[in-house]
């Protein structure tokens, strides 16, 4: 294996592929989404997304927020030539929610909000909510390992270059 | 932020290799070697060690404590002594004066500066207590996962040194590479196809 440092990197535009990725099968291909859980899941992008631009030697970077902001300006940085560092997502499954940002070089996970579990009032509460809680987590963790399985196996397949970004870069200039 | 706040942050980790059986004691016996010591009375200003899920500032690795159906369930303490500049500098003139005054001369010399800054430091490292910080972390051992509960890296550098000294076993930080070529499950054709990748250029 590659030194992780090196391998850290020299991979980093997989992070940025794969949330640039994300963004357009959110936008434009559900179906992928559903179909990969055992249970009807919805994912739609949160109330951030964070890009930047690379020209030269100086770096734009463009935050979109708000729970109702606009994504054009997004997608005219993409056409440019920009890249998705953070991507905020927000996931429904079976009435409930997780919101949460994914961090494309590292792919962290920041601020995961998962549904609410009861209050902790005792010692013998303690060990319910940890499992509990590991439990929502694990929801979402799973969500991004599938989604991220997915890209990658596209990623390394000729379908990437032969058939997913020319359909990526169609919904870049739509 | 812990485990049980209402938002988390995590790292995710692979964990190389397998521990000494029975497992379970080896765990308690790694984490009761590798305690957080009490940096309180002592002149270092920093130190690093586990603790407690449960009882962060009462460490207690006693029978299976730290597991919780089965994860081990246990956190990374980083208690750091910080001695505001100010103060130090406040110390440093009072001493200064008074050196002077026993002396009878106008000025120190720097190597006399610089050894009263470091008494000074010292003596006021020894009062001030340290502040304690706290990460929890969960431990798949079956899947050979483990969470950490921070993003911070250098709390990140701090784990994966003190686990590794603790448990003889490597983490490896789950960033897209690594997560590809460990954790997808590709072929060997993938693999080898994903070393030979560069970025796309959605533009042209």
Redesign the interface.
């Known amino acids: 294996?590659?030194d992780?440092a090196i391998?850290?990197n020299?991979?980093?535009?997989?992070?940025?592929?794969?949330l640039?990725w994300l963004w357009f099968v959110i936008e434009k291909d559900q179906d992928r989404i559903r179909g990969l859980g055992q249970e009807p899941a919805d994912l739609e992008i949160g109330n951030r997304i964070v890009l930047e631009n690379k020209k030269r030697d100086a770096v734009e970077s463009i935050t979109i927020k708000g729970d109702d902001a606009g994504l054009e300006e997004g997608v005219l940085a993409?056409?440019?030539?920009g890249v998705v560092t953070e991507l905020n997502l927000s996931y429904r499954a079976a009435d409930q929610d997780w919101r949460f940002t994914v961090?494309?070089?590292?792919?962290?996970?920041?601020?995961?909000?998962?549904p609410k579990t009861g209050p902790?009032e005792s010692?013998e509460d303690?060990?319910g909510?940890?499992?509990e809680?590991?439990y929502l987590?694990e929801k979402a963790?799973q969500l991004t390992?599938d989604l991220?399985?997915e890209f990658?196996?596209l990623?390394?397949?000729e379908d990437?270059?032969k058939k997913v970004?020319p359909l990526?870069?169609q919904w870049?200039r739509s | 932020m812990g485990l049980l706040s209402s938002s988390v942050s995590i790292v995710q980790y692979r964990v190389e290799g397998k521990l000494e059986k029975p497992v379970i004691e080896t765990v308690a016996r790694c984490l009761k070697k590798n305690v957080i010591p009490d940096v309180d009375e002592d002149i270092a200003d920093r130190t690093v060690g586990w603790t407690s899920f449960d009882k962060p500032f009462n460490p207690d690795f006693d029978g299976s404590s730290f597991l919780i159906g089965t994860y081990f369930v246990f956190s990374l303490r980083i208690d750091k002594k910080t001695v505001p500049t100010s103060l130090i500098r406040k110390h440093c003139a009072m001493e200064t004066v008074k050196r002077l005054a026993a002396t009878g001369r106008k000025y120190l010399s720097r190597d006399e500066k610089s050894m009263i800054r470091e008494q000074v430091t010292s003596v006021l490292t020894l009062r001030i207590p340290a502040t304690p910080n706290v990460y929890d972390l969960i431990w798949n051992y079956e899947e050979s996962s483990l969470w950490f509960f921070s993003t911070l890296k250098s709390a990140n550098e701090e784990l994966e040194t003190l686990f590794f000294r603790s448990f003889q076993l490597p983490l490896i930080r789950l960033f897209p590479y690594t997560t590809a070529d460990l954790a997808m499950g590709l072929s060997d054709t993938q693999r080898d196809n994903l070393v030979k990748l560069t970025a796309t250029d959605f533009t042209e």
């Open positions: 294996m590659l992780a391998s850290y020299r991979y980093k535009f997989l992070g940025y592929e794969y640039t993409l056409r440019k030539g961090k494309a070089e590292s792919l962290h996970m920041a601020g995961l909000k998962c902790v010692e303690m060990e909510a940890v499992l809680k590991v987590c963790v390992h991220f399985k990658i196996r990623r390394v397949s990437w270059d970004v990526m870069r870049m």
